[in-house]
């Protein structure tokens, strides 16, 4: 073996697809249900979206992103996520001017340079909802609702809802302040990592995984003690929207989610399925994301889940079947000749929507029937020069082993109606 992927890349192969339909398929209709319409941007953009859309302090700009000078010497980058692109989209093409709320979904791969593990990959896929252009609690509610209803509507049983509000800038401000001096003279406890966001990203402190520094923040001031009243009539109004739509939720006041430009609603929604309480879906409200592209203020809330873990999680649960479709006709033949008629056969049936397929690798009609049987085949066809002289072929129940005679003169309808009965 010569050749491997790059590390930290994997394929998709083709048994596992089956869960990664189930999962594209539960998105795309929920998400016309609840009236987003899809929307493709570029794999790459100029490193600035990023920069400046998810903030050059974040882990995910400073550390793991895929940068590189193109032929024409700009700095390109492969997307780490999709909300900056689908902002930079909306400005670009002038949506604002368009329609008063835009609400959009996306589903495809991003990629960050991460130590790879299970379930995380460098390549790895989204899927995501933004609706920009209403600051209604309503919709935050409305977007919680969209995550939760597509990870239940795939077989999840106990999914959960983490909620906080993080505020507007201002609220923040001070929040950061007293945050700053609660952890100075603790300072030396922190790990590395949050020595060093004391003063550049002290958020993120928060949520680092580091057990002394959870000990640490855990009797420190909490975010919701800081919102101003505003902020604070919104909260209180999707969690008075959540309740009407009976969703459970559990406020965690040290949630502030990875990236810069959140806004008030910030949200997980977990699965307690396996035990463990890792978020699949991650999401908040971004008022401030569209002005600092350079567009008019403009309110937009929106979330992201990870397919790779999601699909991870239903092969655990068996939820999904991973057989994928059988063949429902194997045509086999004995000859040159009935296979030739054969092939016509065959393409005349896929018209019609049947999985079929003939042999392609000269096996006898003992070898064909075996591979029949092995890719689950409910019928076959026989055909072979008797057949072919009188006009008709041999349908054999693979289940039951009964065999007919089907006139080649009408074989599209009849075997159509055995195959669908
Ligand atoms: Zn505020
Ligand atoms: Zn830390």
Known sequence: MKYYAPKGLSDILPEEIP????????VRSAM???NYREIRTPMMEKTEVFARGVGEDTDVVSKEMYTFDDKGGRSMTLRPE???SVVRAYLEHKFFGKEELSKWY???PMFRYEAPQKGRSRQFHQYGAEAIGSDDPALDAELITLAIDILTSLGLEDVG????SIGCPADREDYIEELVSYLEPKQEGLCADCQERLTTNPLRILDCKNETCQEIVKDGPVMTDHL???????FDEVKSYLGELEVDYVIEPKLVRGLDYYTKTVFEVFSEDLGAQDALVGGGRYDGLVELFGGEPTPAVGFAGGIERLVLLLEELERVSHSGEGLDLYVATIDEESKKVAVKIQRELRKVGLITEVDYLGKSLQGQLGYADRYDAKYTAILGPRELEDDELTLRNMESGDQIKVSLDNYVED???RITD
């Open 19 to 26: 869960y990664w339909h189930a999962v594209e398929g539960e």
């Open 32 to 34: 016309s249900s609840y």
């Open 82 to 84: 999709n909300t900056a």
């Open 106 to 108: 996306y589903v495809g």
């Open 161 to 164: 809802l983490k909620l906080n």
């Open 228 to 234: 101003c009243e505003d902020c604070q009539v919104h």
């Open 415 to 417: 075997i159509g109606k």
